[in-house]
């Protein structure tokens, strides 16, 4: 059947008829995505898409077709495999580069844990003795004052401030040389 034939199917409303006819030029497609790097589903999904846009082009009234269908299939093919390609590979580099971000971050958390680990240990004895009652033993201020022999709660309570402004200044500083 020629491309007229086709053609005349399509402007007479037999567009199943016509499709049919169309399919014959799938294995040249296929061929033609395989050799690009698709695989079989590509190239289904590829000739798919093909077939609706040459649809669509035909239900428009200034739409003519200069070339045979199969010219045509394979032009709108080959860009179609193309935009995909494209899309596919920014999908990549985004991906890539959300990893490198996460890489990055994780880098970063490292280092500023580092630097609370420099400031703590410059801190003091005293400074440490204290902040390790109150955080990692849960003391009270009461309990605390009467281990670290403070005169009151309320002592200790503001030795843990100055503590902790102690080493929040320290990493404070070395976070701003790095």
Request: include cysteine.
């Amino acid at each position: 059947m020629s491309d007229q034939d086709i053609l005349l199917l399509f402007k007479t409303g037999q567009r199943e008829k016509a499709f049919k006819k169309l399919y014959h030029l799938y294995p040249k497609i296929e061929k033609l995505i395989l050799s690009k790097g698709g695989s079989k589903d590509d190239a289904s999904d590829v000739f798919q898409e093909a077939l609706i846009i040459l649809n669509r082009n035909l239900k428009t009234s200034d739409f003519t077709l200069t070339s045979s269908f199969y010219t045509y299939l394979y032009s709108v093919s080959r860009y179609v495999w193309s935009d995909i390609q494209k899309s596919l590979t920014k999908k990549q580099l985004q991906d890539l580069n959300m990893q490198e971000v996460e890489v990055f971050q994780n880098v970063i958390e490292e280092k500023k844990y580092q630097l609370a680990e420099h400031a703590f240990l410059e801190i003091g004895k005293r400074c440490q003795q204290l902040l390790q009652l109150f955080y990692h033993k849960a003391m009270s201020y009461k309990d605390i004052a009467q281990v670290m022999q403070f005169k009151s709660s309320k002592i200790a309570k503001n030795q843990k401030y100055k503590c902790l402004q102690k080493a929040k200044d320290i990493y404070q500083t070395k976070l701003k040389q790095v």
